[in-house]
């Protein structure tokens, strides 16, 4: 299970600044609810630029919904040119501490300030993500500029490193390679030719794993509208569920199955695993 601090729990189970902001003049959007984490952040900046006030709406795990609490806390009376120079680093350390597997959920909190930010300002958004990236991670839309300012803000130096800042190669892996010459040429090192294989989970491991998803990443998102989730089996990469709740009576209950589940398993435990429905 991962280690949270007091302050991560303290801000999933009582987020702070929820829901839409009242005469917000900035808002920042980031993420996709096809990804599994989305966020939206409201700012209200006055006329001498001053954020006055702050909030959010979030489709995520508990890091994501914590870290976008503590983002909006800290941002209220800054100066827009004080909040530009917040980095994910000082959300995690507002936070005393998030798991390494979960730092891509500060990241999306630093751009979605800079994306409202930039719209408050009226200018295009996010242009290292959208102008100068050539897309590497198809499964979670992320680009090499990404990439490259995580690595240089961060100061990573493994492809695992870059996984958790950005979930990219997180999924199908295909684009490992790509990511392993990008961190290559950063470092100034020889292109990583051959990487090391994942190594197999046994039943057992596989189980735990996805127990501990479900428990961390896809119950919390589904009790968001009265949902729930029991698993019921685990043979190989075959997971099979029951939905509960609200989540019981959808008829897009199948969205919900390979859109959630399936992509949060596929992420966290591995790429082979398919999940049905009991």
Known sequence: MWNYTETVHDHFLHPHNVGPLKDANAIGEVGS???????????????????RDASFETFGCASAIASSSVLTDMVKGMSVEDALKLTNKDIVNALGGLPRQKMHCSVMGQEALEAAIRQWKGEPPMPHAQEEGKLVCKCFGVTDAQIIRTIREN????VEEITNYTKAGGACGE???????????????????ELKPRPRLTNVQRMQKVLQTIDEEIRPRLSVDGGDIELVDVDGPRVVVSLRGRCSQCRASDVTIRDLVQKALREHVEPEIVVEEA
Do not use: F, H, S
């Open 33 to 51: 609810l096809a990804c599994g984490d989305a966020l939206k952040l409201y700012l209200k900046i006055d006329k001498e630029g001053v954020i």
């Open 155 to 158: 100061g990573l130096k493994t």
């Open 175 to 193: 684009c490992l390679d790509e990511i392993a010459e990008i961190l290559a040429t950063e470092l100034k090192q020889k292109p990583l030719v």
